[in-house]
C-alpha cells in the first residue's frame, strides 16, 4: 500500500496522519513533512498512526531526526499505533521518549 | 527441503516493495500467522535496506538482490545474496540496554534495523558464500 504523510498545524500543535507502508523507499516523504513544520514555533508534535500499517527502522530514524530537529521542549506523541507497529516501538526503547496514546483527544488535554 | 520461490531484484529502494510483497508470498505458502509473517518481512527488509544502502550505494558499487526461499515441515528459510561490499550485521555490536533507554535527543541513529531483525526472527545467520554475502532468515511453522 502507499505511504502517505499529511501534517497541518493548529496553533501550538503539529499533526502528521501516516498511512501505508514506512520503509527506506518511503521514509523521504515522512521526514520531508516533519521539515516542513519544523520552523513553527510549535509544542507538540503528534503522528496519528492508526491507518500506518508497517514502519522499520528507518520509520524509527525520522522519529530520532524529528525529536534532534525540533528539540527536547516539542512533545512527540504517537496516536493509534497498530500492534506491530506499537511492538517495534517498544523494542527500540522509543515509548520511553514518545507518548503513545490510544486517541487524539488524550493530546489536546 | 525444497525450493518453494525465488526472486531476483537490482539493490536499489526501490525493490523494497516487491521484496516485501514476496516475502508475504513464501510465508503464506508456509502458513505463517500475522505477527510472525510481519517479523520476517520486518527482518529481511531490514537486512536489504542495508545492503541497498551500505552494500552497494555507499561502496560505489551495484548488483542484485537475490531472494531464495526453502520451505520443510517445521522451517520457512529464507536466504538473501548480495554481491555488495562484504557486511556482517552479526558483527554489529548488539544494542544494549543503556541504549534502548536513551531519549531520543542523546540517540545516535545506528544499529536499530540489526536490533530489530535479530528480535524478530526465529534464527538468523550470516554467512560468506564466494563472492556473495549470505544472510539468513529461520522462521519455525507451526506456532
Known sequence: ?109 | MRVIETLTVPGTVDSLSKIAEYVKQVATIAELNHKATYKLRLAVDEIATNIITHGYAEAGLTGEIYLRADLDNSRLTLAIEDTGAIYNPDEKAVLQHEYLSQTLETREAGGLGVHLVLASVDEFRYERAGDRNRNIFIMHRNQ
Open chain 1, 1 to 109: 500500500m502507499a505511504f502517505t504523510a499529511i501534517s497541518e498545524i493548529n496553533d501550538d500543535i503539529a499533526k502528521i496522519t501516516l498511512s501505508g507502508e514506512l520503509d527506506a523507499s518511503t521514509a523521504p516523504i515522512f521526514k520531508e513533512e516533519v521539515e516542513s513544520i519544523a520552523g513553527q514555533d510549535i509544542s507538540k508534535l503528534v503522528l496519528l498512526t492508526e491507518d500506518l500499517e508497517y514502519m522499520s527502522s528507518a520509520g524509527l530514524r525520522v522519529l530520532i531526526f524529528s525529536k534532534q530537529k525540533m528539540g527536547a521542549d516539542v512533545q512527540l506523541y504517537v496516536v493509534s499505533p497498530q500492534e506491530m507497529v506499537l511492538d517495534t516501538l517498544e523494542k527500540t526503547g522509543f515509548h520511553h521518549s514518545v507518548t503513545i496514546v490510544d486517541e487524539y483527544a488524550a493530546v489536546a488535554r
